[in-house]
């Protein structure tokens, strides 16, 4: 991510619904996606900054609906709109508060169930105050969140985690520039009090850090995960221009730094994607590269090899040649043709050049280049990933801060099968987040 004042999309591990897929054979050569913003409805942001979007069941009736949020002075709208079920979207803007239009426009957005309610809220990365709207049946109320979640900070990213397990979701964001007048510039883990209010327990939790010493706080890329197996959220935090970081969750409300090896490179993190690639049941990352027009950039696929020890794979898996050289501003792994592997889908940028690249998974963890076949014309580096017509098959949603890009990819599907499930948590959070499903076939 940058290390300019222009924000930045945000990443959040909270999967609510996702795809095992069953026994599978290849796929013949086709086309991946087909561009249906017009046809879906997305038209009224055609031509405007978006900078973040979103795939989520606001309304919880089963469909994927679409968040959409603009940034910068002239760009200050947010977009909220409903699927209908059958292919189309309708703008239902009318269900935030109308006093959501701000100056400066939106950094980004992250959906979590913080009051375990069993609908989708919405934390709004704004500057100088972060929002928190409360779902209440698909109408969204401006909450009190308490002091220490409402004090001046230049956020630039945010994830919800559980990271005591107390069955209440979490928040660690990332702040900076404590020298423009704002409260902090270290990262903050703030806990969810299970009463509507979060208090920070940064120190506490042995996570009061400058990652930076110009930024602070600034990160490429942020994910919780359980990256060592113990069945407890870690955090990763990718840093610009300094070494990234991995914290393992101590079980007793602390973090442990467990900073080593390849995981501290002191590269140009500036986009961040986690995934088990080669099917071993562990959390890889993809920590791209970018945030400038200069050359050089050399993004990292980090392998896990257990207990938190990563090596640094990128040459190996067929990536050196797609990612050295360019700036990859936006990243997510998704099984785009349902062979049962995460595939790679990246926004890069050379110089002033926008870019797209499809990389498919052989299934070994090793990828080839496919963007030719695709079908993706036009592209932002900010995706969301989703099934927004139930099919299967993942869908992707495209945005660009500076090229007024908002576009929508029908994945066109294959014979390949597939299954949903839907995680309800009872002694864990609502969503489930944070869990693990194990699936096998044959």
């Not at 945010?158 to 409260?183: F, K, M, P, T």
């Not at 696929?301 to 990859?328: K, Q």
């Not at 927004?388 to 007024?404: H, I, P, T």
Request: proline share 2%; glycine share 14%.
């Amino acid at each position: 991510m940058s290390i300019t004042t222009a924000p930045r999309r945000l990443f959040a591990l909270c999967v609510i619904s996702f795809l095992v897929l069953l026994p599978t054979f290849p796929v013949a050569a086709q086309t991946f996606f087909t561009d249906v913003t017009e046809q879906a409805g997305l038209g009224a942001f055609l031509g405007r900054d978006a900078r973040n979007v979103v795939f989520v069941d606001f309304d919880h009736d089963g469909y994927q609906d679409v968040f959409i949020t603009e940034n910068g002075p002239s760009a200050t709208r947010t977009g909220l709109f409903h699927n209908t079920g059958d292919g189309h979207l309708i703008e239902q803007t009318f269900r935030l508060p109308t006093e959501l239009h701000r100056e400066d426009g939106f950094a980004g957005s992250i959906f979590g169930d913080y009051d375990n309610d069993g609908d989708e809220d919405l934390f709004l990365v704004v500057w100088p105050h972060n929002v928190l709207l409360r779902n209440d049946r698909g109408l969204f109320t401006q909450v009190d969140p308490g002091s220490d979640m409402s004090d001046s900070l230049r956020t630039d990213n945010a994830i919800w985690l559980d990271y005591d397990r107390d069955g209440y979701l979490d928040l660690y964001v990332s702040n900076q520039y404590a020298d423009e007048g704002y409260a902090t510039r270290t990262n903050r883990l703030l806990r969810n009090q299970g009463d509507g209010t979060f208090t920070d327990q940064t120190a506490v939790a042995g996570l009061d850090i400058l990652f930076h010493p110009e930024l602070g706080g600034a990160d490429g890329g942020m994910a919780a995960g359980d990256f060592d197996d113990d069945g407890w959220p870690d955090l990763y935090v990718g840093v610009f221009g300094h070494a990234n970081h991995l914290f393992l969750n101590d079980g007793a409300g602390g973090f442990r730094d467990a900073t080593i090896g390849d995981i501290a490179d002191e590269g140009e993190a500036f986009s961040l994607a986690v995934g088990d690639i080669d099917n071993d049941g562990d959390l890889d990352i993809f920590q791209g590269a970018g945030g400038s027009n200069e050359m050089g950039f050399r993004s990292l696929l980090l392998l896990n090899l257990g207990e938190g020890e990563f090596i640094d794979v990128t040459e190996g898996v067929g990536l050196g040649v797609e990612v050295v050289g360019s700036s990859v501003d936006g990243v997510a792994f998704a099984d785009v043709d349902n062979d049962g592997d995460l595939d790679l889908i990246m926004g890069i940028s050379i110089k002033e050049d926008w870019g797209y690249r499809l990389l498919l998974n052989d299934g070994t963890g090793t990828f080839a280049d496919h963007t030719a076949a695709s079908g993706i014309e036009d592209y932002g580096p900010y995706v969301a990933i989703g099934d927004y017509d139930e099919d299967g098959f993942v869908d992707l949603l495209y945005a660009s801060f500076n090229r007024n890009l908002t576009a929508l990819y029908r994945n066109n599907g294959n014979g390949n099968h597939w299954l949903r499930v839907e995680l309800v948590g009872i002694e864990s959070n609502r969503r489930g987040i944070g869990s693990r499903l194990l699936a096998t076939s044959g």
